[in-house]
């Protein structure tokens, strides 16, 4: 019930405090749950850049429509996404495993049976299979936002090449996919005012029985 509660409480922060920043205890819980988020066969084809450097977040604030939420929170997760070629990550997951004691034929067949199918994607399928892991991250960053009354404001209105071209992503074979200014609420943000509104029960789900 508590989280129902978060849930309420939680918004997209449309201006942040910039006197206030994020200590380390709660950017530790929010890095933990994300990296303990759920993803497709548990590869987490992805990584996250937190960025808290001010003349770095004035250069990605200028590619971002000038939103001030990119200077003004306390850091900024930045969600990135590997574009192709996913058998480097199936590999390591497999290592990952191993390392935990699971035997290791076992594990090599059940890599090589993801490989064979994420190999039926096509390019573009797997690139946006991909991408689409990062939104599920992103989701455990907000749920847990809420929790700990950490504000956030979940975006995608940025111009996605220039992020790539000056956290030279391309390189490293990611690209990002969606962003999230993190920190607390300023008191003259209006939008916290706002009722919360959502489909209603009748209108969202359908019980098939």
Known sequence: ???LKALNWRYATKKFDTNRKLRIDQLNFLKEAIRLSVSSYGLQTYKVLIIENEALRKELRAVSWDQPQIT????????????????????????RVQSKGSASQTMQEYGQSIKVSLKRKSAEELRNWSARQTYIALNSLMIACA???IDACPME?????????????????????????????SSEDQSQFRPK???????LFKYIE
């Open 1 to 3: 019930m508590q989280l």
């Open 72 to 95: 003004d929170a306390s850091h900024l997760f930045i969600f990135c996404a590997r574009k192709e070629n996913m058998e480097p990550e199936v590999n390591a997951f497999v290592d």
């Open 147 to 149: 929790e700990a009354e």
């Open 157 to 185: 209105g940025f111009e996605a090449e220039a992020y790539n071209r000056i956290l030279a992503l391309e390189e490293e074979g990611y690209e990002v996919t969606v962003i999230a200014p993190v920190g607390f609420r």
């Open 197 to 203: 509104v959502r489909k209603s029960e009748k209108e």
